[in-house]
């Protein structure tokens, strides 16, 4: 009998010891799941229907408030991993947001030809190394930035936000150092622009790249998180990260390639979020920052699944109120946030002991 | 070889601004199961902390196996074969019974890796963990969440097993369990350091005793002496047994 097959078994003869006193005061289903914030997402969807009338309409701002939602998620993901994990609050997150998107602009601006082309596979051959490219790059710089900027103020919150801040305006001086402190265009290769219709709805094709690599993300995080060792760990970790050390395992090394996973998923969402605006400026990232942290903050601090959640919450709503009452864009998300605060004050999925 | 598995010589223990361990001198011989009994705030349990490096020695020496472990990283003393039973059990409320166990099991990287040999075993002393193997940790009770703190601590074979107030909150029938669970442990041939404020428990399992007062280890000797001194029993805790 292997370890997996016991859990099928429910039926055990009673051991006629207190055990099994305590065995049958509890009845529970298994796994039991929270499912109520998953219907956040349509409920919002549905909700904001009447208001906009057309259904085309609104199937366009559908698809373009998920495509956000989901670039806004492959941003958030590491930061609530690295808060969950360490209880470190990082505000230079946006750092590596707006060096990828910058790296991209150098890599696709060598592939002219291949972003020029009207093919579409010779467009994902170029799109591809400068997503790779900008990770790696974002990936070495968190690794420095959690060595020199972070390590030294484990613990002290206010610190961290300080110079996590101040980390933040120094890369984005050496950003502008390197790149020139101008806006960049950063042009939509040729096969990824244009719009499909769906009935009279025209959606951008480039919303649908951003939702498929949105989903591609999320689908490797939750297999590394539910399926792994690791991923064990790292849940393990940001319910308890004593417990995990007791257990044998060092956790500041675990941070340490969460963060840099982390950086190096900003710098993927930088190059989707500059290819989403068609420029790159260097404040870009601090502009991001106030979204992801309604995000973390809705989705629970700690929690993937909440971030996936509460991106899509942020990026859908973000559009419905850039079409019904462009002046409240901002606000909506904040709140959007103090509604579902008020609903559940630790987030949509609470992370345990935290 | 030494007959000591575990020693502290004179540590001392800071918390922040506050001194909390004045000198703690204990011995826990090899293979038996010693007790670590006082009042509350008497230091217990600071200094299973301080064993586990979780917080560090300010003074003082703690060897294990003829190991000076005094400055080691709360991951390498574990790396030792040391396994440890918080006060507050460490259970992951989010994960499931079988992933708690699956993380105490370092050989293994998946939950058909571990030792079905041993997960028996565990499973015929603790049947809630069998029973609730893949719901979520946080839904069991108190009782079995402690059942299944220590069983995630003997998951694999360990040298030294530091438990703090297993019997804590436990109903008196569970209690007799959890008794029954560590005789078996201490049989196969595991070291035990527990704190333990119930005496009925304490009586039952103890072969050598610590007792701390005031940050310090104010009698040590054998569990049996002491049960038998009313005297001594009323002079260091102030009942008796």
Known sequence: ?354 | MTQNLLTLSGVHTHIGAYHILHGVDLAVPRGQLTLLLGRNGAGKTTTLRTVMGLWRASQGRVVFAGRDITGFSTPQIAGLNIAYVPENMGIFADLTVKENMLLAAREAKRANQMDDGRLKWIFSLFPAVEKFWNHPAGKLSGGQKQMLAVARAMVEPRELLIVDEPSKGLAPAIINNMIDAFAQLKASGVTILLVEQNIHFAKRLGDSVAVMDNGRVVHAGSMKALAEDEALQQSLLGLAL
């Open chain 1, 1 to 354: 009998m292997n370890a997996d097959q016991l859990s099928q078994d429910t039926n055990i003869p009673s051991a006629g010891s207190a055990a099994t006193a305590g065995v049958k005061a509890l009845t529970m289903k298994r796994l039991e799941f929270d499912w109520q914030p998953l219907l956040l997402v349509p409920m919002l969807a549905l909700l904001v229907l009447p208001f906009i009338g057309s259904g085309s309409t609104w199937l366009t701002l559908t698809v373009a408030g998920l495509a956000m939602g989901m670039i806004i998620f492959i941003i958030a993901s590491g930061l609530t991993l690295v808060f969950g994990l360490m209880d470190v609050l990082n505000f230079g997150h946006g750092v590596f947001i707006a060096l990828g998107a910058f790296v991209a602009t150098s890599v696709l601006g060598v592939m002219a030809d291949w972003t020029g082309s009207q093919e579409l596979w010779r467009n994902v051959v170029a799109v591809l190394p400068a997503m790779l490219v900008a990770m790696a790059v974002a990936g070495a710089v968190g690794l420095a930035f959690e060595r020199f900027i972070v390590r030294p103020v484990y613990g002290q919150h206010l610190k961290q936000i300080l110079i996590t801040m101040g980390g933040m305006i120094i890369g984005e001086e050496l950003i502008k150092v390197i790149w020139g402190p101008q806006q960049i265009p950063l042009a939509l290769p040729e096969g990824m622009r244009g719009s499909l219709l769906v009935g009279e709805a025209a959606i951008e094709k480039y919303r649908l790249v951003a939702v498929v690599v949105g989903l591609a993300v999320f689908a490797v995080l939750a297999w590394t998180l539910n399926r792994t060792k690791i991923g064990l760990l790292i849940r393990a970790g940001v319910q308890d990260r004593e417990m995990v050390e007791s257990l044998g395992y060092r956790i500041r090394r675990l941070f340490v390639g969460v963060f840099v996973v982390g950086s190096a998923l900003a710098g993927l969402g930088g190059v989707m979020w500059g290819l989403y605006q068609q420029n790159v400026i260097p404040q870009m990232g601090a502009q991001v920052n106030v979204l992801i942290f309604i995000v973390i903050i809705i989705g629970g601090l700690g929690s993937t699944g909440g971030a996936l959640i509460g991106a899509l919450l942020v990026g859908l709503m973000a559009n419905y109120t850039g079409f019904l009452a462009p002046k409240l864009a901002l606000f909506s998300n904040i709140a959007l946030m103090v509604a579902v605060l008020l609903w559940r004050p630790q987030g949509v999925f609470p992370v345990a002991n935290r």
